[in-house]
């Protein structure tokens, strides 16, 4: 069974620091990784890939990959109260019949003012 | 551009009545998805479509039919609503292999009573 993992939360942080957010993952082909954000009662947002070890930065979010761990990471800095909301992570495997993304069951962040 | 389109937003069945949920995307992907989101179980795929004309089981298809009727288009058919499928459903669309995540659509919340 592929699985992604993370720590359901919830996480909190105050305004201003910053947030890291962790997941791992149990299929070794994974080739592509996300991170999606979902504010309550709404649908998940694309605000991060990575596909090489090593880090990745947009913005105040740095997404993180080791792939010999089966690891991934997601920094906020500079955290806000709007950032308050659920961050999922996904990987995918291109290969075999179906390249479908496997989602994490979300870790649940929230930035205190 | 409005990416993915779901209807109906919400909805409320009886035990036994059926239902189709529609979707539609203006992206031009070739791949499309069904997804239920239930609290503590994260996003689970029920369905997808690699391309038109071809359909396939995810995690949870049992319950459930769906159709491609064009590119644009994949609908999701309850036949005999259950309440165990009370649940929120995701549409979502890709490009096959893509690198760039999914893009879903804003949800319908069912309940079956």
């Known amino acids: ?113 | 551009n409005a990416g993915v389109t779901q209807t109906p937003k919400f909805q409320v069945l009886k035990t036994g009545q059926s239902m189709t949920l529609q979707c539609a995307q203006d992206m031009n992907h070739n791949s499309m998805y069904w997804y239920r989101q239930d609290p503590g179980m994260g996003l689970r795929l029920i369905y997808y479509s690699a391309s038109e004309g071809t359909t396939d089981k995810g995690e949870v298809p049992n319950g459930y039919n769906v159709s491609r009727l064009n590119k644009r288009e994949f609908s999701l058919r309850l036949e005999s609503a259950a309440p165990s499928q009370t649940s929120v459903y995701f549409c979502a669309s890709s490009e096959v292999d893509s690198t760039l995540g999914y893009t879903f659509g804003s949800g319908t919340r069912l309940t079956v009573v």
């Open chain 1, 1 to 113: 069974q592929k699985e992604v993992e993370q720590n359901s939360g919830p996480l909190s942080v105050p305004e201003g620091a910053i947030a890291s957010l962790n997941c791992t993952y149990s299929d070794r082909g994974s080739q592509s990784f996300f991170w999606y954000r979902q504010y309550s009662g709404k649908s998940p947002e694309l605000i991060m890939s990575i596909y090489s070890n090593g880090d990745k930065e947009d913005g105040r979010f740095t997404a993180q990959l080791n792939k010999a761990s089966q690891y991934v990471s997601l920094l906020i800095r500079d955290s806000q109260p709007s950032d308050s909301a659920t961050y999922l992570c996904a990987s995918m495997n291109y290969g075999g019949s179906q390249g479908n993304l496997i989602f994490g069951k979300g870790t649940k962040l929230s930035v205190k003012p």
